[in-house]
């Protein structure tokens, strides 16, 4: 089949005879003007694809083979699309004819008439190449405002302030004004006008300190002199000491990758801060995935490429008022690095856990990179981390933190697990490590009798999935003698109280696994839907009891969804009671299900 461009051209050939276009062997203007398009049409495609190649090349440096070669040859065509359709159809629409000389239409206006020139131009194929290279065009416009976003510091200005951990006796919080020469956060106690001073960096994580017990304060932030932002917040109740609170938490959002807000197909928004504001919880304890490094593809490791996609994540729509008066937790999971990543397989070593091997996680770059933007941007707000033991080792992210006589544990899940490639039920496969996984035995036998509930955060769910279960290759289900062995040492210890909250799965559930154990998961909070439908009854481990789950979503990305996940817990009366609301998109008054639990009852 002949070229688009060629065939327009045997038309018009088609309509002058051949002769009619030599006068004394020589070729007419009408004819040059054909040769002139068919050549110019040529160098475009040859130029246009080139440079498409090279142009996109530049813009994903750093990405996967397969986005850079789709996207690279989808310009290529385009590109290629433009040069042989959209320049013949300019000049077939020009005036008499095909070109504006004398000659051309002295010679060749009788034959070549405007009737017969509409006539082509109506043709229904090229209305509907022209179609096509408007919607290719509006698309690749898109796909470079996308890129530009993607690899440019849009969001560098955003400018904020934010709540971090909360305690009975100070309060942390994040100040972000990186165009300000100076910056400092007054506080008073909210029944008090005498107001104090905290000189600060314009970019830093500050704390309050000498606060009283369960009192309210406010703060506001100076940018160089001026007010730029204010909150308040409540101290929290002595550790060990009654108290009736809420939290929210949970994981995965997806936002501002692309353009102002979390947009998605329909033009629908998600408002996941201003449904966590209308919950008005005590606290958010956010389970990993606040960022998507990965996608749709990974720019780069530098701290910079970090550091873009968190100012991108904090310009979200509803963000910063959320963060001035709900007091926010933090931990990392894997869409801060990549997907499913695990250190082992990343540095391609299997033996590397951060206090058994002389070489300590900070010497991949990736991961170096990503958690101290991570800690620059979330986690310098969380509450002291653990020390390490390892002088090679320069940072701990788990940590803990009580309100009142509950006490909570927020494991870290990434850094020191085992590859993926390592038999899920082999006897020494950790995800913790052996220093954390210790911690955590510590942690559970001193709260045991000091705090009623015992709340232990994991950024995957601990829940056994079956391994024909996509889902089964991220979470615990990878590390059953790990995860056994604290089920086991919290059964055999008589440890009461204890719930294990997690995100990542993009499906809500609940489940009992063990008798009086019960897992919360939540997720997203505002992100795409479920890969599949999770089938929970089917796909899990024989022992456990599903309580609930939510399976009425099951097309991926095209369907967003908000879940907030808010946990009640009242010890002002023994016994304790637990209650869990699970909200959904926009209907934030009605839960989608919620679940009641009573100490020594419900809860072992």
Same mark, same amino acid.
């Given at each position: ?30 004819? /040059? ?62 005036? +008499? ?59 560098? /200005? ?8 909360? +305690? ?38 500050? #704390?309050?300190?000498?606060?009283? &017990? ?15 932002? #204010? ?12 108290? +009736?609170?809420?939290?929210? =938490? ?17 033009? /629908?928004?998600?408002? &996941?801060?201003?449904?966590? @504001? ?8 956010? @389970? ?72 300590? =996680? ?9 958690? #101290?933007? =991570? ?18 080792? /320069? ?12 006490? =909570? ?122 890969? #599949? ?41 023994? &016994? ?29």
């Amino acid at each position: 089949m002949a070229p688009p461009h060629r065939a327009l051209h045997d038309e018009i050939e088609s309509v002058y005879p051949a002769n009619a276009h030599h006068v004394g062997g020589k070729t007419t203007g009408c004819t /040059k003007c054909v040769r002139v398009c068919t050549w110019f049409t040529g160098v475009l495609l040859i130029l246009g694809g080139i440079v498409g190649c090279v142009v996109m090349y530049l813009l994903m440096a750093h990405a996967p083979l397969w986005p850079l070669w789709i996207i690279s040859y989808s310009c290529f065509a385009l590109v290629m699309g433009m040069a042989v359709f959209f320049f013949p159809l300019l000049w077939c629409y020009s005036d +008499a004819g095909h070109c504006s000389r004398r000659d051309c239409r002295e010679r060749c206006g009788g034959r070549w008439s405007n009737a017969r020139a509409k006539a082509l131009c109506m043709n229904p194929l090229l209305w509907l190449v022209s179609l096509v290279i408007l919607f290719s065009f509006v698309s690749f416009c898109i796909t470079l405002a996308f890129i530009y976003n993607y690899k440019s510091d849009g969001n560098a /200005k955003v400018e904020m302030a934010r709540l971090g951990h909360v +305690a009975h006796d100070r309060a942390m919080v994040f100040v972000h004004y990186p165009r300000a020469d100076s910056a400092a956060v007054q506080y008073r106690a909210a029944s008090d006008s005498t107001e104090l001073t905290i000189p600060t960096a314009p970019v830093s994580s500050v #704390e309050i300190p000498d606060l009283l &017990p369960e009192t309210a304060y406010v703060y506001r932030v100076t940018r160089d002199g001026q007010s730029v932002a #204010e909150g308040s917040f409540l101290t929290t109740p002595l550790p060990g000491s009654s108290a +009736a609170f809420s939290f929210v =938490f949970g994981s995965c959002v997806l936002g501002n990758q692309m353009f102002k807000g979390i947009t998605y197909p329909l033009g /629908k928004k998600l408002r &996941p801060w201003q449904h966590l @504001l209308h919950q008005n919880p005590n606290f958010l304890l956010f @389970l990993g995935d606040f960022t998507y490094m990965d996608l749709p593809y990974t720019i780069g490791i530098n701290t910079k490429d970090f550091d873009i996609r968190y100012r991108q994540a904090m310009g979200v729509t509803d963000f910063a008022h959320a963060g001035a008066v709900v007091p926010m937790y933090f931990m990392f999971d894997d869409h801060e690095i990549a997907d499913n990543w695990d250190y082992s397989t990343y540095n391609g070593s299997n033996d590397r856990r951060c206090y058994d091997h002389p070489r300590c =996680f900070d010497e991949t770059t990736a991961f170096r990179n990503g958690v #101290e933007s =991570f800690r620059n941007h979330l986690g310098g707000t969380n509450p002291a981390s653990y020390a390490p033991t390892d002088a090679n080792c /320069k940072a701990v992210h788990y940590f803990t933190f009580d309100f009142g006589d509950t006490g =909570f544990f927020v494991m870290d899940c990434r850094s020191f697990r085992d590859s993926h490639h390592v038999d899920a039920f082999h006897p020494t496969k950790t995800m913790l490590g052996a220093i954390q996984l210790q911690r955590l035995k510590d942690w559970l036998m001193a709260v045991n009798t000091t705090r009623v509930f015992k709340i232990i955060a994991s950024t995957v769910p601990v829940t056994l999935f079956l391994p024909s279960y996509s889902r089964f290759y991220d979470g615990w289900s990878q590390f059953v003698h790990e995860r056994d062995g604290i089920l086991d040492f919290i059964e055999q210890n008589n440890i009461h109280g204890v719930l294990f909250i997690s995100g990542d799965l993009h499906h809500p559930f609940v489940v009992e696994i063990r008798k009086g154990i019960f897992e919360f998961q939540n997720s997203p909070i505002g992100a795409f839907g479920p890969p #599949e439908r999770a089938q929970l009854d089917n796909n899990i481990g024989h022992d456990h009891r599903v309580v609930w789950y939510d399976d009425s979503d099951a097309i991926i990305w095209t369907r967003p969804l908000v879940y907030l996940a808010k946990m009640s817990i009242n010890t002002t009366t023994r &016994p304790g009671v637990v209650s869990v609301d699970y909200y959904k998109n926009s209907d934030q008054d009605s839960p989608r299900f919620s679940i009641h639990l009573v100490e020594g009852v419900d809860i072992r």
